[in-house]
C-alpha cells in the first residue's frame, strides 16, 4: 500500500497485521480520490476505523488541512503513528483511540467538511454512527460522508436520520457510498 498522490506521494504504507483491517486497495482509493480532489485543499477531513490509516493521510498528501484518525485498536493506532512520521504529515493529524461513537463526541471543528468511514462490514455499525453524525452540529448539507460498505449493505437508514445518498461507485466486492445531510 502507498500514498498515491499530493506531497507524500508514492511512500509506502505499513498496514496492520492480522485480519481485522482491510486496507483499501491503491486503485480504489485512487478512484474514490480523483472523485473528490478539488474539494479536498483546506479541508476538514475524519477518517473512522483508520486501520492504518492510508485514506486519512491520501486526504492530507492532497491538501487536506487536518486529519482526525479515530480507530479503538492499540496496533492500528500504532501503525498510524508509523505511517504519519513516514509521510511527515504529523503536525496535521489528531489521533482519537477510541470507539468511534464516543470519538465523534470530542471532534470539536466548526465545520467538517468529509467524514471517510469503513467500518467491519459484520459489525452493521452504520445505524449508530448515522445516529450520532445526526446531532453533530459541525456537520451540515455541505459536508460529504463516504461509507465503504460491502455491496449488500443497506442504507435505508439514512432518511431517519437526516441523511440522503448523492451518488454511489460500486467495485467488484464493495462501493463507496456518498452521502449529505438534508432532503435528496
Known amino acids: 500500500m502507498r500514498v498515491i498522490a499530493g506531497i507524500a506521494k508514492s511512500l509506502k504504507l505499513k498496514t496492520p497485521e492480522g485480519m481485522d483491517t482491510r486496507p483499501t486497495q491503491d486503485r480504489i482509493k485512487e478512484t474514490l480520490f480523483n472523485m473528490i480532489q478539488f474539494e479536498l485543499p483546506g479541508s476538514v477531513f475524519v ?39 513516514t509521510t511527515k504529515l504529523e503536525s496535521q493529524a489528531i489521533l482519537l483511540k477510541k470507539e468511534v461513537a464516543s470519538a465523534l463526541l470530542e471532534i470539536k471543528e466548526e465545520h467538517i467538511d468529509f467524514i471517510f468511514m469503513d467500518p467491519p462490514y459484520t459489525l452493521l455499525e452504520e445505524e449508530k454512527i448515522f445516529e450520532k453524525l445526526s446531532t453533530m452540529d459541525s456537520i451540515d448539507s455541505d459536508t460529504t460522508i463516504i ?14 436520520h437526516g441523511f440522503h445518498i448523492v451518488k454511489e461507485k460500486k467495485y467488484k466486492t464493495n462501493m463507496h457510498v456518498f452521502m449529505q445531510r438534508g432532503k435528496a
Open 147 to 160: 461509507c465503504e460498505a460491502a455491496l449488500t449493505t443497506d442504507f435505508s437508514i439514512l432518511e431517519c
Open 47 to 85: 477518517d473512522l476505523y483508520s486501520g492504518s490509516g492510508g485514506i486519512g493521510i491520501e486526504a492530507l498528501s492532497r491538501g487536506a488541512e487536518k486529519c482526525y484518525f479515530v480507530d479503538h485498536n492499540q496496533e492500528a493506532m500504532q501503525c498510524i503513528r508509523d505511517n504519519l512520521k
